[in-house]
């Protein structure tokens, strides 16, 4: 493995490199499991009819223990109405997500086609990359060495020319 910070070669994995000192993680353990966009879809959709639900009782129970009744206080429609509201806001986001749902299949074969964004995958990405050449090592040049003095304080010329 190389470092990704100074790109010294022959790098164990999940230890610091020996060169300058970054972590070097186990990227192929980092991987997660992939969520597909269906599953994040369902999981969206289920919520939402729950909301939905929810919230088209809740306004109808207001509206039936309150509805025409003369000591009834403002803040009770009010609340009523932003529940009502908040289940026609539900059904329309219902509704985008049946489309989107729709979308995808389409979406997915146009990025298998020949120029189409198609997924990246990193095994595949790793046997194309050669292994290392520990022969063709190219030592630090004398710059990286003559960098250190950059933190140095040296002394300030003066600016004033002399006449």
């Given at each position: 493995m190389y470092c990704p910070n100074c790109g010294g070669a022959d790098q164990n994995v999940d230890s610091f490199c020996r060169t300058c000192g970054n972590f070097l993680p186990d990227f192929d353990a980092l991987q997660k499991k992939k969520t597909t966009p269906q599953q994040h879809l369902t999981a969206n959709t289920v919520l939402t009819v729950m909301?939905?639900?929810v919230s088209a009782t809740l306004a109808i129970m207001l509206y039936a223990t309150f509805l025409g009744?003369?000591?009834t206080p403002f803040l009770i429609y009010i609340t009523a109405g932003f529940l009502t509201a908040m289940f026609f806001w539900q059904v329309q986001v219902i509704w985008r997500s049946v489309?989107?749902?729709k979308?995808?299949?389409e979406r997915r074969d146009a990025a298998k086609e020949p120029g189409g964004m198609g997924e990246f995958r990193a095994p595949?990405?790793?046997k194309l990359l050669s292994e290392a050449d520990?022969?063709?090592?190219?030592p630090p040049s004398v710059t990286d060495e003559t960098t250190r003095r950059l933190a140095e304080k040296l002394p300030r010329r003066s600016t004033k020319t002399k006449n």
């Open positions: 909301t939905a639900a009744k003369d000591d489309l989107l749902r979308a995808l299949p595949e990405a790793n520990a022969d063709a090592f190219i």
